[in-house]
């Protein structure tokens, strides 16, 4: 078996069983992830890095739900670089880096939830 980009163990334990709960949370997920994608890349062409940095710290404690670990920290390291080191160096290729991992994510989700494109 292939490994995931997730681990859905938190979730399940929020759920506590309820896997209609953790189906849900999913699918809310993937609505929000994509529109949060789609706006960074739009916000990249403008070097809006603040926004860019207050769009990662939403999605950082998504992907800490999701137990996408890897996407989790790259998402707190963009924020940091930005809000905290105030070093924009890197933050066009990192932000990059997050929107690809994240499509990577959500594609994963869909085809695991068997979602349709329209979710």
């Known amino acids: ?16 069983g309820d896997d209609g709960f953790v189906q849900e949370m999913v699918v809310t997920f993937v609505e929000n992830v994509t529109t949060e994608i789609e706006s960074i890349r739009n916000l990249k062409t403008s070097e809006s890095w603040t926004s860019i940095a ?20 790259l998402a707190v390291d963009i924020e940091k670089s930005v809000v905290v080191d105030q070093n924009f160096h890197n933050v ?18 869909r085809k695991d939830f068997a979602m349709t494109d329209n979710i």
């Not at 490994?3 to 506590?16: G, S, T």
């Open 92 to 109: 066009s290729e990192k932000a990059e880096q997050l929107c690809n991992g994240g499509q990577l994510l959500i594609s994963e989700l």
């Open 1 to 16: 078996m292939a490994n995931k980009l997730y681990n859905l163990k938190k979730l399940k334990e929020i759920a506590q």
């Open 54 to 73: 207050e769009i990662a710290h939403k999605l950082a404690s998504n992907f800490a739900y999701l137990g996408a670990d890897a996407l989790h920290a």
